[in-house]
């Protein structure tokens, strides 16, 4: 049973190869009447796109979208909405010493064990290029959450021992977008710069962490068992290529906490009930509880170098696979509009799906 | 649109409140002719029990749990799986100073807002009895499993500040059992042990960590999109009360590693293709490569504390919480078999999932 | 994958066979703050229990429904609703004869090349016995319903060849239950009454045709392609035991008519749009129009006879079934609250399905 | 919810407007390894392609099908299969007398009620143009159900008064396609097309019914509860556009029937058991049994009439529609391919639904 669709009302279904005639998606249960800001999404998925500074990968995509449905008038009209990015720039005849070898650490070797067939094109499926048609199935979600006045941010917060140490509130949004690597403070970006620039330098990769911040959710969202706020997170994450680990609130830190640290004490605010600290990631018992969520993404280094590695073939001979291609050191910081989408897909389904209150 | 079943095709759906009638659940989707050994299921439920040792809640539960549908003559006939757990020893007047308060780091002011009402006695719905269902489920998918030669285990790596360091591999599984606190490490087991009876002496709580590792998987399980096996494992785990962070494979680490030190090479043994090194922890673009998998899964601390709290009201109005009750000071060493059993209704679902070959 | 599983919001999942310990369901997503009416579900299982006159079965079930989770003070809590009804009255020995034969136009043939075993004690699984918890979770639909306004009424219409021909509009609807087969006109009801019998002391059963209506339905319930409202109406019906065919508004009838006819003009009544005629059965589109509804069941005649009959067991040998038991004749007037269920199912699914207008 | 997918494992999610860019759709589940037969598809999309004859409308549509993703080297990769294709002559002009009313028995004025937007022009995505996207996935069904020697044959048996009285079974298949209106018996067909001619002279449109019988299909394939092979049939059947009735086996016919006659008893042919009759249309209990599977669907006449109709406008007022435009005046010939189709995609994903044996 394949596994190309996400959401249970807000859903999204990609399809596309990295070497096929096209990308694309439908995007189904996005209420009619949303007014479509076609520049957004554009710019989100500029976001994405490799080649935007001499950090990333030279891959020229011009990844502009084609609309196919479901909008009238510059609305949504409540039908699916389809959309393709033609795939450019596909000289197939590259990969063609890949069609016999499996690359370390790549999908090659798993999707001919579970198809028996692959398209061995640059990763086929598997390539991270599939996940432009989630950039663009999240704007979608954006633009719906924006109307609810929610907002999701993301940044790059680790690249290898680089570390960001601050948290998400001494920082300025803004900032964010000006780095070259999505990281919002000046001294760390460039130290995080230093370092992608000499792992290239050495025909290496490097991991990182991404960090992400969601305001303006009202309490109430999420479901009380398996479909639990964060569990959903966390399959978004996951989902992610190159993603490893995924923590909200406390995270991992929470196992050497006591309950008289970690417990949220609740307080009168306004005319409204706020907690004084926010361990909890803004959810509690997997319902949002309107304070903000927050939640932390690793990712592992790219698996292809720049240079020699030693593997096997589909006889399981020894191979050299020789570095080569264009392909991102880091692919953190162009991680971030795709960890923000599918955090927005998440929680527009998780918003559509509250229960009509009777 | 509620969440209460867990899986696509071997599915489970739980109910129940901690102060109803009775919790149970329905398994669709087993496949008939599985033989089903009652005491392994009653072994599972018996490790997951509250009143195990002096360090766990004494509440009392017989946990026995009555089939009522889907088995006859021994073996499951393909059609649901209807089983209960009568709840006991439950006086919901133990409860009523908790009908307007709001306790920190619970569920309490969340269900209000999603729902309007809630049941409060011993956090209803939201409370970890639930995840006695899920035990039984999942013993069910490990029966299924067991026939594939998939195991699964699960043990604690860390409780507070004390931290095994040591990888799976250099245990002895069967010691797992016979820790109080379910730690294959006799040395480490102890310290976590005082560090908990400390904790204790002090009204408070403490975090963890649980590892698992999932041996016997064959190559080629899961999908390369959305639902990458690491996906749903995650989504799996942040589903169990109080977990709060997930990692595979390197997992957060691998935020600082270079490629050239990440990638798992391929090497042929035998006549089967392997890998080297394992820091994919056995998934290479969402589907099973052949080597185990591995996961680590942090746990905040109990948010019920022995201790006076300051929260609030229904009305916003400061309350001062009294501690009361019997309660877990850590939750991690009985949290092992609900992690092993969301692991196993995981793979059970993979396994079922998976594609006709044509 | 199995189908136990009815809904994508307001989702019933049944369990349980004949003669297993009980039968029963989960409702998943009723919403919170439902007040439960006892007495109402009650009565709708009395209205389908065996036993109701002569013409009936006379096995003697309590049906009474034990409620286990999701309802606190007499209101649903949002949390599912687990119930279940055990099984009295239930000797296997009764069944011993049917172990290794398969009887006519049952699902023992069909349940064991699917599954492999069976339970053979009284159909099992495939036993009419299963639509008890139809009604059971169908009476929270209509609780739901009401409150909207939504009304659903069904009745029997033809038994054999006696067929009452007028419209649903010409009948009070008070007369349906007390009419011992359920048909609002008094004389048709008689003659049904003594087909019946007839065919009773022929040892032999009958088929007959249910009507439904279903008034208060504002227009925009359904969906445009797919799950078009009497595509899931359809399927409704089709899934009760026995249904063999379904048709809405005009139905088959429509086939012999030109559009000239069978368009329903639309006009203005007071501040509503409304349609002249109704030959669409309230449904445009796969959409509601605010017009009522309406639709008609063919159920064939109970399978099981009170008279010898060829057929062949496991081996594939002839034997000579004999009549035995005590079953429905006509099964028709007790399918008529499972028709409202179902349909009640699938209006509360509807209802919690429209999009969020924004 | 949106409703744009069909199926559970084999799933087709379709997309598009009548008078938007495109239509298309992508095919989730499709297993890996299949080879394609290009032209098949391409000749299952003449078959519901207008213009085939003077009876069908003269809309030019080149209906050719891109494919975008999930084929490589002629087979089938196991991962989404997108398709899509182009709309042609498509002068929305056509169709801005349409904006502010409501045409009688169409869709206009449902999707306003539930979206409050339409696009207007030619029906939107109500419009029939959209079945030509299931009918290519519909067309991959059959390539795997080829596989498994399953046939899926449909014809027209009925139109206005004429109706085809013999049985399938004393046809040749092979004379359906070379009728105009797709009836296999050529005095009944000329009938046919008489009547289509004279009720087209009056600017009327008429009805009619389609057979369908499906061969070849094993036993143990269908649901035994609320998935019933038949009741998810009838779904599909009953989300065509125009269909009104659904009736498998004996249908209504049963409703007159007695258990005597209309039991199907088993004997034994050979190795295999089989009934005598086939009043169960191959399906017990859910389940298929081996036998032919056969049923009918009942449409209504086309509501796009050459006359003049009275209806109302947005505002309620009373206003004349025009007959205008290029419509078929009996849609019934060219949906034969559409109900192979939409029983294709049932059987395919029963096929694929179908339990592990353990």
Redesign the interface.
Known sequence: ??????G??F?L?????SH?????G?I??C????EIDFDFIRDELDRRKPGQSALTTQRKESDNV?????I??G?T??????F?IWNEDRDSKDYDHLKEV?R????D???E???????HRGG???SAR?TAARVAGGAFAKL?LQ?EAIKITAFVS????VILNKDYKYFDIKTIESSPVRCPDKDTSDRMVKLIEK?KS?G??????ISCFIQGVP??????????L??????????I?A??????????????????????????AG?K?V?KTN???G????????QDIYFRV????????M?D????NKK???VILKGRGRHDVCVVPRAVPIVEAMAALVMADFY???????
């Open positions: 049973m394949a596994g190309n669709t996400f249970k009302i859903k279904t990609t399809f596309g190869e096929g005639k096209a990308i694309g439908i189904d249960g209420p009619a009447g949303l084609e609309f196919l449905s479901g009238f008038e609305k009209t409540g039908t699916p909405i389809a393709l499996y370390p650490s790549h999908a070797f798993t999707f064990q579970k198809y028996g067939v692959r398209d086929g499926r598997s599939e719906l109307r680790q690249i290898g021992n792992v050495e290496d990769t490097i991991g990182g962490v309490a109430g969202l999420g479901e009380p068992v398996f479909d639990k964060q569990a959903d997170l966390a399959k978004a994450m996951l989902s290529n993603a490893k680990g995924f923590e909200y609130g406390s995270g991992f830190r929470a196992a050497q906490m006591k309950g008289s640290e970690h417990n949220d004490l609740f307080e009168k005319d009930i907690t361990y909890s990631g959810i509690q018992g997997g319902i949002s509880n309107g690793a990712f592992k280094p790219v698996a292809t170098l240079m590695q030693e593997t096997v399981g001979e020894k559509l799906r509250n229960e009509i209150k009777i």
